[in-house]
């Protein structure tokens, strides 16, 4: 019988070492080998099974098979009814369909096609011929004749550099004076400066962001001497910008909170600031805060 196909998309560390397996070609008496990628999802696709007692090899299933996308091996073709000629080998399935299964023929069965042919089975003291690779099955020998050799697997390997990148737009608050103890912030009845973060890489990322000190003051959950606070809000009832209604604030500290989970490509994420000021200020120059968004791979 004809290997199975299987593929996957997989994350791979750079500098780890994956096992590659690559499934042997079927000899007379013998299975065709399994071929693996071993990952943190490994991915099998099922050789193909010898002839028994005349009757062709069952391909690779893609039930036996491990990947997102899996087709199975074709079937290899019988022995003749007359006992002369032999099954023509599966064909290996292809990326997008099972192999074409095994003729059956006085003078030999044509192999099966698919990503890789099946041979012709052997007419009367003829040997069957061999699988074309990857994975195609072994044609059956006539009477007087053996069967030929299946053709070895194969791995395919198309990789993408990740890139993880987020944008903020504008990036840039200025929320002037802000009276001891009172806050101002981006809602639209306040600055009307709600930031976008993008996701402007190539895969899905989640979003982080903290809040950090400024050169005079602490950030910290309650508004004190030299101490501020600075919120975020994603969640409320306005629309377009959620928090324009409604809004739910979430003290920043200096250790990263999630943003928003499994941001895709090309998409995102509105999100408002409230900045407290201090109670009393032992500093009277501007104080200039950073807010940093961070994007990791889920």
């Known amino acids: ?15 780890n070492s994956y096992t ?10 013998n299975n065709g080998g399994d071929t693996t990628f071993a990952a943190p ?4 696709a ?5 002839a028994v007692a005349g009757i062709g090899g069952a391909g690779g299933t893609a039930t036996a098979s491990t990947g997102v996308t899996k087709f199975s091996g074709g079937t290899g073709g019988n022995l003749s009814s007359n006992g002369r000629g032999g099954g023509g080998g599966g064909g290996s399935a292809t990326s997008t369909a099972n192999g074409g299964g ?18 012709a089975g052997g007419g009367s003291n003829t040997n069957g011929g061999n699988g074309v690779v990857p994975g195609g099955g072994a044609g059956g020998g006539g009477t007087g004749g053996t069967s030929g050799t299946g053709a070895a697997g194969q791995v395919i ?11 903020v737009a504008d990036g840039s608050i200025t929320y002037g004076i802000v009276p001891g103890g009172s806050n101002a912030s981006t809602v639209a009845s306040s600055l009307n400066d709600t ?4 996701n402007d890489g190539n895969i899905t990322e989640d979003i982080n962001i903290r809040g950090n000190d400024s050169a005079g003051w602490s950030i910290a959950g309650t508004a004190g001497s030299n101490q501020y606070v600075h919120s ?20 920043l500290t200096t250790s990263y909170q999630s943003l928003v989970l499994g941001l895709t490509v090309s998409s995102s994420q509105r999100f408002d600031l409230q900045l407290t000021a201090p109670t009393s200020s032992s500093t009277t120059s501007s104080q200039s805060v950073n807010v940093t968004i961070q994007a990791v791979a889920p």
């Open 41 to 44: 999802t490994s991915v099998i």
């Open 46 to 50: 099922k050789g193909g099974s010898m």
């Open 157 to 167: 390997l198309t990789y993408t550099t990740s890139i993880i990148s987020v944008t």
């Open 232 to 251: 975020f809000c994603k969640t409320g009832s306005g629309s377009p910008d959620p928090c324009d209604t409604s809004p739910t604030w979430v003290p």
């Open 20 to 29: 590659i397996t690559i499934g042997s070609g079927g000899t007379p008496g």
């Open 1 to 15: 019988g004809g290997g199975a196909y299987a593929s996957n998309t997989l994350r791979l560390t750079p500098g």
């Open 195 to 198: 930031q976008l973060a993008t």
């Open 102 to 119: 095994g003729g059956v023929a006085n003078n030999g069965g044509t192999g099966g096609t698919g990503q890789g042919a099946g041979g």
